[in-house]
């Protein structure tokens, strides 16, 4: 094993143990302003038997194209963007290397077992979505908590506060739902972040379609 990749495992393990606050005593409105999408770190993406660990940097463009670089070892530099997010709708450009990767790694588990590929391309409309929300502060966008825990902001979002995580979810399709999960409170926001695609049935039993973690510095 390389010194390289080595001390990137370390490094990651440090990151992934950092014992979370317990929540108990904040109310959501407060947990969803210390949510974070801006910053470097380390991260990992599991998706469709396939694991990568990789560091990023995570920035608005021009304040409101959301640019997530990630470099993993022996692959080189992968990028995901999303245009516009000041804007509800969505702009439509040529897909860069890290969206293609999900995107198609989402396409490959879907027809293996036997589902629409369309679902793929949803995801990332989704995923969109959710990242405006999660930069909501970021992008001056309004942002409503309602009493019966839901989020009322492109759609409606069901928000649930764990002991030691806060979970925003929201249905894509008819069987699968997307799932945010943020953890590792500091005094001022979540240094865990993790975006999850699973079918709504094996949710907490087997492994998601999808996860991407990212470890905020």
């Not at 108990?24 to 974070?36: M, R, T």
């Amino acid at each position: 094993m390389s010194k390289f990749l080595l001390l990137s495992l370390i490094l990651f393990s440090s990151c992934a143990t950092i014992v979370s606050k317990n929540l108990n005593d904040k109310e959501i409105p407060e947990l969803l302003k210390a949510l974070k999408g801006q910053g470097e770190g380390k991260g990992r993406i599991s998706l469709n038997g396939s694991q990568y660990r990789f560091s990023f940097e995570a920035f608005l463009k021009e304040k409101e194209h959301w640019i997530l670089a990630v470099s993993i070892p022996f692959h080189g530099e992968e990028v995901l963007e999303l245009r516009n997010l000041s804007t509800l709708k969505e702009e439509r450009v040529a897909g860069h290397s890290f969206e293609r990767r999900i995107e198609q790694g989402i396409k490959n588990y879907l027809i293996n077992h036997g589902e629409s590929a369309q679902l793929a391309r949803e995801f990332m409309l989704e995923l969109r979505s959710l990242i405006r929300l999660m930069l909501y502060q970021d992008l001056g966008l309004a942002l409503n908590y309602d009493s019966e825990s839901r989020i009322v902001m492109d759609h409606i979002y069901q928000v649930e506060k764990k002991k030691y995580f806060l979970s925003i979810k929201k249905d894509v399709g008819s069987h699968h739902e997307l799932e945010l999960r943020a953890a590792n409170l500091t005094e001022s926001f979540f240094k865990r972040t993790e975006i999850l695609l699973h079918s709504k049935k094996s949710a907490g039993k087997e492994d998601p379609i999808l996860s991407l973690e990212l470890f905020w510095n």
